[in-house]
């Protein structure tokens, strides 16, 4: 019983690194209905910010964390303005094509700037090793996960549901037009959603750095993650991202500790299997 | 449209198409013997002479991933090629010696075996080098025979990749090589029942057939054999699952990179070592390079392999100060793929220094095949049944060595060959 | 996705024009000015075909597939277990490629032909990633990542030997294409053909015409899924090898790209995507091994920010301009 408990813990804690990875497009695919290949890149340069931090000025992840979610906010408006503002968000074969240019070109830099071996970013030491509760044993770090999860999907929930902002993202999504007739500044709105995507993937890659590993590569490797999150969830439902991602990681870890011979199989299949039952995803906002 | 105007316009084309063909294989021979016009793209710097006059230049097609997943292999190899070419200058037997890098920007053997077709056919290289991966070596293997092309592996480690031509000589190791001592050590080390995991792709199953039948052959138990995917980020459910089943040991055989480095952390979180489980590997786990990356959760983990930094000998100080100087401090480390790559460049120049820059192919393959020296690694040669590499493999363990992270060599298993043919 | 602008009036046709005959002179030129560059040129055709057989689905269908590998990698894997286990006749091999693809996607369609653009998108990606670990558990097959290399194929038509450099392989790929792409252009240019377009641009209101939109789109499917399969074996023969990896995510993704850069919903978007991406890559690959993704990523950037459609949606554009500009 003690290692079923482990092992469930272990499969919330992997959903909810997958969640907070995803989440930054939960938010600009799901709400914004840009499909952001790129999103991983984000997620790369945050991590490869953080370890920059930690090796020239010693800095904490914990000190990292809000430097890399204010800073690659910024980089993301900057980015919306001057690029993906010229992609008619009606075309979504050109927004691939854009965001899968940029995603190359995230990895080339990276490459160039940091070469392609992989990275470590130090975890602060009150986050390493395990906590024995009730008999089992409960990793840390993997309890800051989640808990990081929690904060992130509670707070996301209050922007977009009960703040001005939130009202207006909505809006600005369902019907640019009517909400521009209303005095909505529609345009701003989007720069802001997608900046908050943005520097929510940065946060992401940061925390996931450590059980993902860091390479110029991590666009690509961990790009059918991101997907499979915000669709499995459904668009435009950050709690339906936080679902997805819990039971696809559940099913994933517990499945590799049962029947390791099928373990890979078993996320793909489970995605495979909920987008035929649940076409619009697990939970749909509105519509 | 009529079907009739429809099938006519077919047959006019195939017509064409057959008739050009036919032509074009009549033209084609005429084109093999005069100079091709140059092509685009060919910027590879050469000022190839026609075939019939002496060539002044060597020339050695390197072929690798330097972009996508295993980026970081193609990196090292050429890294290993550079150093040698610092320590022992780029001319040998009165001609320069040049290399032609190519890249098969990630897993895609197809293009492995077009670049290197297209460096025996348009570039004629005397030489194909490289190879970090196995499918890369064995699509290339028929291009190697059907052109007389001796091709020297520098990091592929399958057992079978010798045999699929009788030009290939590999220089690197084999996962079975380095798997069967680490085996035989465990079962006479007291550790009677063990648990195994290793990446469920061709070296991973070579690892573990190996060290499995030594390990059996020697009174031990197998209680689990884990394979785990070939995209895994997160080790924690498999090495959890090691943990509920308490073997004296779990041996590790993964890729170098984000796979040593995530199983590494996993090990060491779950606190395995705290609950009695010991760890061994192969050298692929903590190769040199990573070591500094994962730190010294590291330490004490036994392994095998055929190359540590640490060893301590002339060769390797010399190897270790040429890789410095070609490449800078900022490339980190060398590890075993390089060495892979400079010892075949040894091997290659000593072979143009006997032939006095003549390079007739199966002469030189004549010369490969009876091969011996002082590698930075130890003393090295080549079988010449299988044309594969025989070597000392050693037993490590992590230390503390000058405040960074070793692999310090406590035993020897001189002289093997490969066992998994 | 609109249809294409600037196209004259008029029902679309597959009549042969001068155009068509300059453009497909091209790869014959290639031949004679390019003789060590022909195994590049096949890989291109062979891609193009594969982009080719995309386009049907999602430029034509609109069915939007990031699995398509899985069609292409059966195909290849088709051709090569014949091959290796002793039956190297190409176009028998090439045959039964097209055939077990086409059959699977008939029996996957299902899976694919409803349901939302987006979830169509990751069940199709997530059918793919599922068929390379079957693909790779089953190794004693498929050889797992390592691939079959002991495959020795049969002279073509018992004469044309595949030969070093490539020229065998480059005819074979290059008729196959050919032959492939007029049967597209038929099968798009027919009241069939039409009633993808339709479905794609408002698929709830094609019941209403009395046309079965379910039973169309697992034909398209099939054809597709067939023509991958083609591609695939196309690819396995002329070289001699088959691993894990034409099955593959990032081989989905890359012809998607490429059909996409070149123009989708337009046959010959296919051949240019292809021939532009593949000709880009090999060449910034040599100049810049480790950096040419760098390239790549600015030039795809650069197309989309140009215009729509891609390279012949540009090309469009800039033709429906000079037409409405009028005669001078």
């Known amino acids: 019983m003690a290692a079923f408990i482990t092992v469930l813990f272990d499969g919330v804690a992997y959903g909810?690194?997958?969640?907070?990875?995803?989440?930054?497009?939960?938010?600009?695919?799901?709400?914004?209905?840009?499909?952001?290949?790129?999103?991983?890149?984000?997620?790369?340069?945050?991590?490869?910010?953080?370890?920059?931090?930690?090796?020239?000025?010693?800095?904490?992840?914990?000190?990292?964390?809000?430097?890399?979610?204010?800073?690659?906010?910024?980089?993301?408006?900057?980015?919306?303005?001057?690029?993906?503002?010229?992609?008619?968000?009606?075309?979504?074969?050109?927004?691939?094509?854009?965001?899968?240019?940029?995603?190359?070109?995230?990895?080339?830099?990276?490459?160039?700037?940091?070469?392609?071996?992989?990275?470590?970013?130090?975890?602060?030491?009150?986050?390493?090793?395990?906590?024995?509760?009730?008999?089992?044993?409960?990793?840390?770090?993997r309890m800051f996960l989640i808990g990081m999860?929690?904060?992130?999907?509670?707070?996301?929930?209050i922007l977009i549901e009960r703040t001005r902002f939130g009202a207006q993202l909505r809006a600005a999504v369902d019907q640019p037009d009517a909400g521009a007739g209303l005095g909505i500044p529609v345009d701003r709105v989007f720069t802001g959603s997608f900046a908050l995507g943005s520097g929510l993937a940065a946060l992401g890659g940061v925390l996931?750095?450590?059980?993902?590993?860091?390479?110029?590569?991590?666009?690509?490797?961990?790009?059918?993650?991101?997907?499979?999150?915000?669709?499995?969830?459904?668009?435009?439902?950050?709690?339906?991202?936080?679902?997805?991602?819990?039971?696809l990681g559940v099913f994933d870890v517990v499945g590799k500790y049962y029947v390791p011979s099928i373990g890979a199989f078993l996320i793909y299949a489970l995605m495979v299997v909920l987008l035929l039952v649940f076409p619009h995803g697990l939970f749909r906002r509105g519509r | 449209m009529s079907h009739r105007v429809l099938v006519s316009a077919l047959l006019r084309v195939a017509f064409a198409t057959v008739a050009l063909a036919l032509a074009g294989a009549a033209c084609g021979k005429k084109a093999?013997?005069?100079?091709?016009?140059?092509?685009?793209?060919?910027?590879?710097?050469?000022?190839?002479?026609?075939?019939?006059?002496?060539?002044?230049?060597?020339?050695?097609?390197?072929?690798?991933?330097?972009?996508?997943?295993?980026?970081?292999?193609?990196?090292?190899?050429?890294?290993?090629?550079?150093?040698?070419?610092?320590?022992?200058?780029?001319?040998?037997?009165?001609?320069?010696?040049?290399?032609?890098?190519?890249?098969?920007?990630?897993?895609?053997?197809?293009?492995?075996?077009?670049?290197?077709?297209?460096?025996?056919v348009q570039d004629k290289v005397d030489f194909l080098v490289g190879f970090g991966l196995t499918p890369e070596a064995l699509a290339a293997a028929p291009v190697a025979t059907e052109s007389k092309t001796p091709?020297?592996?520098?990091?592929?480690?399958?057992?079978?990749?010798?045999?699929?031509?009788?030009?290939i000589v590999r220089f690197s190791l084999t996962l079975p090589q380095v798997s069967a001592p680490?085996?035989?050590?465990?079962?006479?080390?007291?550790?009677?029942?063990?648990?195994?995991?290793?990446?469920?792709?061709?070296?991973?199953?070579?690892?573990?057939?190996?060290?499995?039948?030594?390990?059996?052959?020697?009174?031990?138990?197998?209680?689990?054999?884990?394979?785990?995917?070939?995209?895994?980020?997160?080790?924690?459910?498999?090495?959890?699952?090691?943990?509920?089943?308490?073997?004296?040991?779990?041996?590790?055989?993964?890729?170098?990179?984000?796979?040593?480095?995530?199983?590494?952390?996993?090990?060491?979180?779950?606190?395995?070592?705290?609950?009695?489980?010991?760890?061994?590997?192969?050298?692929?786990?903590?190769?040199?390079?990573?070591?500094?990356?994962?730190?010294?959760?590291?330490?004490?983990?036994?392994?095998?392999?055929?190359?540590?930094?640490?060893?301590?000998?002339?060769?390797?100080?010399?190897?270790?100060?040429?890789?410095?100087?070609?490449?800078?401090?900022?490339a980190g480390t060398p590890n075993f793929m390089s060495v892979g790559a400079y010892d075949g460049m040894a091997a290659i120049y000593d072979v143009v220094k006997k032939l006095d820059g003549k390079i007739d192919p199966d002469k030189a393959m004549e010369l490969f095949k009876h091969m011996a020296f002082t590698s930075p690694r130890g003393p090295i040669s080549i079988d010449p049944e299988t044309r594969d590499i025989v070597q000392t493999v050693y037993l490590r363990k992590v230390e503390k060595v000058n405040g960074e992270l070793r692999s310090v060599e406590i035993q020897q298993f001189p002289n093997l060959k490969d066992p998994g043919k | 996705?609109?249809?294409?602008?600037?196209?004259?009036?008029?029902?679309?046709?597959?009549?042969?024009?001068?155009?068509?005959?300059?453009?497909?002179?091209?790869?014959?030129?290639?031949?004679?000015?390019?003789?060590?560059?022909?195994?590049?040129?096949?890989?291109?055709?062979?891609?193009?075909?594969?982009?080719?057989?995309?386009?049907?689905?999602?430029?034509?269908?609109?069915?939007?597939?990031?699995?398509?590998?899985?069609?292409?990698?059966?195909g290849a894997y088709t051709a090569g277990l014949l091959a290796a286990h002793g039956w190297g006749e190409p176009l028998t091999g090439l045959v039964a490629a097209g055939a077990v693809a086409g059959l699977v996607g008939y029996a996957t369609s299902f899976l694919v032909v409803r349901g939302q653009p987006l979830a169509q998108l990751m069940i199709t990606l997530g059918v793919g990633l599922l068929l390379v670990e079957v693909a790779n558990k089953a190794n004693k097959w498929t050889g797992g990542v390592d691939g079959l290399s002991d495959i020795v194929m049969w002279r073509l038509l018992g004469v044309f030997r595949f030969d070093l450099a490539g020229r065998t392989g480059y005819i074979y790929s290059l008729v196959v294409t050919l032959a492939a792409f007029l049967v597209v252009r038929r099968v798009v240019s027919s009241p069939f053909g039409l009633s993808l377009r339709a479905i794609r641009e408002g698929a709830a209101r094609m019941p209403a015409l009395g046309a079965p939109v379910g039973r169309r789109l697992v034909a398209a499917f099939t054809f597709a899924a067939a023509l991958a399969g083609v591609a695939g074996g196309l690819l396995t023969q002329t070289t001699q090898f088959v691993g894990l990896e034409v099955l593959s995510f990032p081989r989905s993704a890359a012809v998607l790209i490429m059909l996409v850069l070149g123009g989708a919903g337009r046959l010959y978007g296919a051949f240019v995507g292809a021939g532009l991406f593949m000709l880009m890559q090999d060449f910034l690959a040599r100049r810049d091994p480790v950096y040419w993704q760098l390239w790549i990523g600015g030039l795809l950037v650069a197309v989309v920010l140009i215009g729509r459609g891609g390279v012949l949606g540009i090309a469009e554009t800039v033709r429906a301009r000079r037409a409405a500009r009028g005669p001078r």
């Open chain 2, 151 to 167: 091709m020297v592996i520098m990091n592929a480690a399958t057992s079978i990749i010798t045999t699929k031509s009788p030009y």
């Open chain 3, 1 to 74: 996705m609109t249809a294409p602008a600037g196209l004259p009036p008029g029902l679309p046709n597959d009549r042969w024009h001068r155009w068509d005959t300059a453009l497909w002179l091209a790869p014959i030129v290639a031949y004679v000015a390019f003789p060590d560059h022909l195994v590049l040129g096949s890989q291109i055709a062979i891609t193009a075909l594969f982009a080719l057989s995309l386009d049907v689905i999602l430029g034509y269908a609109g069915i939007v597939s990031l699995g398509h590998a899985a069609s292409f990698g059966l």
């Open chain 1, 208 to 247: 996931g750095v450590d059980v993902l590993g860091l390479d110029p590569n991590f666009t690509f490797h961990y790009m059918v993650y991101f997907l499979l999150v915000v669709v499995v969830g459904g668009q435009g439902s950050i709690v339906g991202s936080a679902a997805a991602a819990v039971a």
């Open chain 1, 149 to 157: 999860v929690v904060a992130i999907t509670v707070s996301l929930h």
């Open chain 1, 16 to 141: 909810s690194l997958l969640f907070v990875i995803s989440v930054g497009m939960s938010v600009t695919m799901g709400l914004m209905r840009f499909i952001n290949l790129a999103h991983g890149a984000f997620a790369m340069f945050g991590g490869y910010t953080a370890c920059v931090l930690a090796q020239r000025w010693g800095l904490s992840m914990f000190a990292a964390l809000p430097v890399v979610l204010v800073g690659f906010a910024v980089v993301g408006a900057v980015l919306e303005r001057v690029v993906y503002r010229w992609v008619s968000k009606t075309r979504p074969l050109d927004q691939v094509l854009l965001t899968i240019g940029i995603a190359f070109i995230a990895t080339g830099l990276a490459t160039y700037i940091w070469g392609p071996y992989q990275r470590a970013l130090p975890l602060p030491a009150v986050l390493t090793g395990q906590l024995h509760v009730l008999g089992v044993d409960l990793g840390i770090y």
């Open chain 2, 182 to 330: 680490l085996g035989d050590w465990a079962a006479k080390n007291g550790i009677k029942k063990i648990a195994t995991m290793v990446a469920d792709y061709g070296p991973g199953h070579d690892a573990e057939a190996a060290f499995t039948k030594a390990f059996t052959a020697g009174g031990g138990e197998v209680i689990d054999a884990i394979r785990t995917p070939l995209a895994n980020p997160d080790f924690s459910s498999f090495i959890q699952r090691v943990k509920d089943k308490k073997p004296d040991a779990l041996f590790v055989f993964v890729p170098a990179g984000q796979q040593s480095i995530a199983s590494m952390k996993a090990f060491d979180e779950r606190g395995l070592a705290k609950a009695g489980i010991k760890l061994i590997a192969t050298g692929d786990m903590l190769d040199d390079h990573g070591l500094a990356t994962i730190g010294d959760a590291a330490l004490g983990v036994i392994t095998t392999h055929h190359y540590s930094v640490a060893h301590d000998s002339p060769e390797n100080k010399a190897f270790l100060q040429a890789y410095r100087d070609a490449n800078g401090a900022e």
């Open chain 2, 32 to 120: 093999d013997e005069s100079r091709p016009a140059p092509a685009p793209g060919s910027g590879s710097g050469s000022a190839a002479a026609p075939a019939t006059p002496e060539k002044t230049t060597i020339k050695i097609g390197m072929v690798a991933s330097f972009s996508g997943p295993f980026a970081d292999v193609g990196k090292q190899l050429h890294g290993g090629i550079k150093a040698y070419l610092k320590q022992y200058g780029d001319t040998v037997a009165g001609k320069k010696v040049e290399i032609l890098v190519r890249d098969t920007t990630g897993p895609a053997a197809e293009v492995a075996k077009r670049l290197a077709q297209e460096l025996v």
